[in-house]
């Protein structure tokens, strides 16, 4: 993601509507962005009072970590015909996390192992 962009230059411009130097749409051409941008930069400045950015969003966390990795490979060892439907819900019958399948062979893999209907890890 950018960066947000530099709180001077939005207090610059707020300020300029404030001054009265012109309507939105002026600002607007005046500074380069849009006129939906200045409209939800002033809607931003009267629900706040700043001109801070927002805080951005947080990321999605990984429902496989390092510590289920073991689980993986053991339940692969236990029986390395089971297609990764069954691994899948195998898992989630040990552990009460359910896996897509697509996330099950992202796991398989990474361990380097080999399962039935395995597609290329590459």
Not at 3 to 24: H, N
Not at 56 to 81: F, N, R, S, Y
């Amino acid at each position: 993601m950018p960066a947000p962009l530099s709180v001077d230059l939005q207090q610059r411009r707020i300020a300029a509507y404030e001054a009265k130097e012109g309507a939105q749409r002026q600002l607007a051409k005046r500074f380069k962005v849009s006129l939906s941008f200045i409209r939800a930069l002033l809607r931003h400045y009267r629900e706040t009072g700043s001109v801070q950015p927002k805080p951005h969003g947080g990321e999605t966390v990984a429902k496989l970590g390092k510590e289920q990795l073991p689980i993986i490979a053991a339940l692969v060892t236990a029986q390395p015909d089971a297609l990764l439907k069954e691994l899948c819900a195998r898992f989630a019958a040990q552990t009460g996390v359910a896996v897509s399948v697509s996330t099950m062979q992202q796991a398989v893999c990474k361990l380097k192992l080999s399962v039935k209907k395995n597609t290329n890890c590459g």
